[in-house]
């Protein structure tokens, strides 16, 4: 069992920055691919950003690639999603989750991959 609690998500004005964070607890972290997925109200969720478990591989949505990156400290166990630039339609609940990985450079995009999910925090960008 992994449990995963994000944080960092607030209200920010188009143009700025967030960090989300992630801090896993219970089984190995680095034995798991972290993913950064996003639900807005009225549509489906959908993936943002990925890397595997050994940090060598990453996916990114066209949707935030330049805008965004996924980074992870072992020692805390915790993965980080820095934002930048951000835009009124990256307003969404940001959801981290992890998958069990058999090869280290295993990384998915698809959300039926992770069988570990947060509760999810609250991004707003206002225009």
């Known amino acids: 069992q992994v449990q995963l609690v994000e944080s960092g998500g607030g209200q920010v004005q188009a143009g700025g920055s967030l960090r989300l964070s992630c801090a896993a607890s219970?089984?190995?972290?680095?034995?798991?691919?972290m993913g950064w997925f996003r639900q807005a109200p009225g549509k489906e969720r959908e993936f943002v950003v990925a890397?595997?478990?050994?940090?060598?591989?990453?996916l990114y949505a066209d949707s935030v690639k330049g805008r965004f990156t996924i980074s992870s400290d072992n020692a805390k166990n915790t993965v980080y999603l820095q934002m930048n630039s951000l835009k009124p339609e990256d307003t969404a609940v940001y959801y981290c989750?992890?998958?069990?990985?058999?090869?280290?450079?295993?990384?998915?995009?698809?959300?039926?991959?992770?069988?570990?999910w947060g509760q999810g925090t609250q991004v707003t960008v206002s225009s």
């Open positions: 989750a992890a998958a069990k990985a058999v090869f280290d450079s295993w990384v998915g995009r698809r959300a039926d991959e992770y069988e570990y």
């Open positions: 219970g089984r190995t972290f680095s034995s798991y691919a």
């Open positions: 890397s595997s478990r050994s940090g060598g591989s990453t």
